[in-house]
């Protein structure tokens, strides 16, 4: 069975791809996403690529898939009712937070309202000491007087954060086996499972974030597993997390449900690494332009950046994930004016319904993909993957009304504003992830995907003064791509709060076989063959008295050399360092993966003949041209063009100025930026 299939579920479309993992021929679908009902596009965005690769559902080897239902659940507060249990004096503990404002003088800002209220929050008598010591037993009496008020308040899902149960969990077990023996059908998600760290608040939002987000995920799972055996696939579902390993579906749908947060844009970054590798590339900035968002990554020395810290509609979330900054600068957002007579471009999207007014599906307001109609990079009457034809005089419409006559410009000149307008804020984006943090974008090439993100990759590429652009072969299923490439991985964690120089080498090395211990347990029961698990252990390290740390690589158990590493990256995120202070080991970390079983590149088929389609009139640097239009399947490998040129394929287009482009062995287009 060679066969295998990617799927991620955006906000607007569903993409997948169906790999022959022998060959790496591939099948590329996109159907629009049915919000509210997301199963239902997976399984018939299967079924169109089962058919079309002349492929029957049992020769499926393995199904991965992203998701967005608990990113949605949280933006959309459609999770479970949940309950918080904690510590007796700790009830306010959502609601005091950090005490901290994201916007200093803004006088008006609010916190969002915690995923629990206050009357939903217990308090538990008992008392763990920092070093586990037990200084309060705990008196089983009162949880079972709880889950009285548990059932009475209709609960389904469950949080448990007692104090410093990161270094004694024993309190926080116990609690469980009581609820559960009250009260079997309720979710219960425990802080020493999901975040074994201290960081009382930052421990209790991702808690809190996964008991909440448990019951919808495990009943979206539940449909798509029903769903695919229905059609004939015999695979339980790999589910992506947000660190770009895949996990089963029934740890996603229980300890782990908070790792699916950003598990669609951790997939992309996968695979722009396998494009960005094999073109020869190891220092990208990466672009994901969908339908809602745009994504930028980081990718350096050939490793993703990732990070251990993140936040989600404004509640920290400390799981690892990939470093992404992300925008409300899709090509759904919406262009307006307001009252004072600015022009703005999103974070509102028209999404998959009713969409921009050119798909001709109902949407009246503009977007970024109306101002690219307008402007000439996508064709009138072009056929888009999901049965989309584009309708330019919608898109006129819809521009003209609501920002060229309020402006009194022009459709070309309001719909040139909208581009600028976008690509200032994806501008200020890319400079987040590299120049404010000591990295120069100019050291870097640019891969740009999602279906949007080529329409505007060597205008950002130019203002930034990056020398090249990569266009993989399906940018706007590179999602898809990606997820049949992720590895199998587990992460498994262990408080220490001790300085380097009175930890031993051999009690870190005992630590670590521990950790190995667990992440090879969790192999063997999700049916990976631990001989074929990798691990690379990490501590996060901080100068004594520091409120944060610096993850570092820790090789060989070599605490000293991991000291040296974190000065080192010290002084490149802050600009000194300290070596005369003491160094704080707070926590040990160990990564287990398994390799993905596809190995070859999923790529699109080529076609022999001319790529000549005809010609198009585009705004090419605020003048209008007459392009020729080529056919990306039919420029083959080796083939080295100059434009002005326009690319078209299903999933995106590209508009070529005077730049030239070649196609390397892969199917990627290199596009050579002029200044």
Known sequence: MPYRVGCDVGGTFTDLCLVDSDTGESVFVKIPTTVGEEASAVIAGTQLALDEGHVVADAVASFAHGTTVATNAVLERKGATTVLLVTEGFRDLMLIARQMRAHLYDARVRR???????????????????DGTVLKPLEPKMIVKIAKQLAREKATSAAVLLLHSYANPIHERQVRDILRAELPELDISLSSEVLPKPGEYERA??????????????????????????????????????NGGVMTAETAGAAKSVHTCLSGPAAGLIGAAAFAKAAGFTDVVTIDMGGTSFDVGLIKEGEILTRFEGEIAGFPLRVPMFDI????????????????????????????VPGPAAYGRGGTRPTVTDANVVLGKLRQGRRLDGGIVIDRTRAVGAIGEHVGEVLGLDEIAAADGIRLVVNAAMVRGIRRMTVERGLDPRNFALMAFGGAGPLHAIDLAQELSIGTVIVPPSPGLLCATGLLLSPWRHDETMSLGVTTDTLKGDDLERQVAELGERASKKAREDGVDANAVSFRAALDLRYVGQGYEITTPLNDSNVSAAANHFHKLHQQSYGYQRRNHAVEIMTLRLIASAAAPVTRLPVPKFEEGDARVGRAEVILHGRKANVEVVERRRLLPGVRRNGPLLIEQPDTTLLIGEQAFEIDGFGNILVEVVP
């Open 112 to 130: 969002p309202p915690p995923l629990v209220p206050r009357h939903l929050t217990f308090e538990v008598p008992e008392r763990i000491g920092p």
């Open 205 to 242: 939002s991702t808690t809190v974030m996964n008991a909440y987000l448990m019951p919808p995920l495990r009943r979206y799972l539940g449909k798509l597993h029903d769903g695919l055996a229905g059609i004939g696939v015999p695979q339980q579902p790999m589910i992506m997390q947000s």
């Open 325 to 352: 900054v992300t925008l409300g600068a899709g090509g759904g957002s919406i262009a307006y004016v307001d009252a004072g007579g600015l022009l703005h471009v999103g974070p509102e999207s028209a999404g998959a």
